[in-house]
């Protein structure tokens, strides 16, 4: 085989490794899912229907064109409007032949059409259209929510991946360390030396078997979450995953004050815009419902045109023939629609439904400046433990390296050996949940603030 070839195969084979991975960071994976997630685009299809509905709404006030044509048959007729009797002399004696059917049956073309345009309707159609455009707003608000859910559930699976991935190497560590410790204790059993017990083996065992239960159980979380991540960012199963950050670090604490916070949050959350419009939306709902107790001027033409060929036409102005005619005529009018009773009940139900909004944006502008405190103080309590839990592990696992030294050395006992192992894996398992609890927090309160937009 030729070293050329060699060569291209290399590369060949390179390339396809480096393919059959994906590597994201945590800004790409957010970036990702908000272009693929499917509950996005749902609530943007929602979104356009209501930009639809604006469209129909200010549409009423245009020309509305109707007709309606048709074929059937109508009695055939022959003759004027007195019988043959008639003339020189003779009685006129009007025709009584109407329903007869001794001439035949004639084929009837029939059109009716009108073209109207709405002069004014008293503030329906403007009522509505207000309404249908603060209804798009709201929609839009939707959007937002959705996409500041999807940013914190992508948090939750990056971070969940990592503080799975770094608990289960870490037990992985402490697992080998208590196994290498009970081969120790094992080979003193069997020379009889070191002063070790069968008890001491049967604790290590015992500490080595719990340690790959927590092991398993991080391994089981580290899958769910990857998988999550994947299914979010829109990844296939089947490919291979890589995260940017290989440890679990807590972010930088954010600066701003609660107050600061508190008003952001009055300003720019998306419940907060959608109470807004939405009691907007609400007034001009009340506003239309009361017009419709009110007429339409409207201005147009209308007109009518009938003919069968096999009946004589009668051209008496007085003589009215749906079979044989034609005529059109502009218009102008006004239109009522009464119905007392339905009418008073949608306007109170449009009342309600505005009272019902009004009370509710006085209860969320009291609740979301509780809820932007709890987040804070949940963030900077989280942030004060992590210190606190960092330097508790870093002494215990200086406690841990020197009570496994002297227990080599044989200047320590077992049991104090594994209680320092014990104190290092809470530690240290309490910091990486405090840090992924923290980092979540962080994530948290940036969402009840509104700044995922």
Known sequence: MSKAFCAVLLCFFAFVNVNAAEQLSLSDAIERALNTDSRISELEAFVEHAKA?????????????????????????????FKESCGDGKTCETRRDRYSLSDGLSPWFNVQYGIIKPLKTFGKIESYALAAKHNIDLKKQDVRLQRGATILDVNKAYYGYLAAKNTRLFLRDIQQRVDKAAETVQAWLDEGEGGASQSDLFALQAASALANSYVVKAQALETIAIEGLKLLTGIESSVELELAEETLSPVELPELELDEYQRQALAERPEIKQLDHGLKASRALVQ?????????????????????PLRDRVDNPFVYDPFNDIGTTPIIGLQWEWAGGVQTARAKQAQAQLNALVEKNAFARKGIPYQVTESYAQMHGHHASLISLKQSAKAARKW??????????GLQPVDKMVGAFQAYVLSYTSYLQTVFDYNMQVAELNQVTGAYQ
Do not use: Q, W
């Open 53 to 81: 509905l604006l469209d129909e709404a200010e549409g009423s006030d245009d020309i509305t064109i109707s007709a309606n044509a048709f074929v059937g048959v109508s009695p055939a007729v022959n003759g004027g409007f």
């Open 288 to 308: 239309a419902k009361k017009a419709m107790n009110k007429p339409n001027l409207y201005a147009g033409i209308v007109g009518m045109a009938a003919y069968s």
């Open 400 to 409: 841990m390296i020197t009570s496994y030294t002297d227990f080599e050395a």
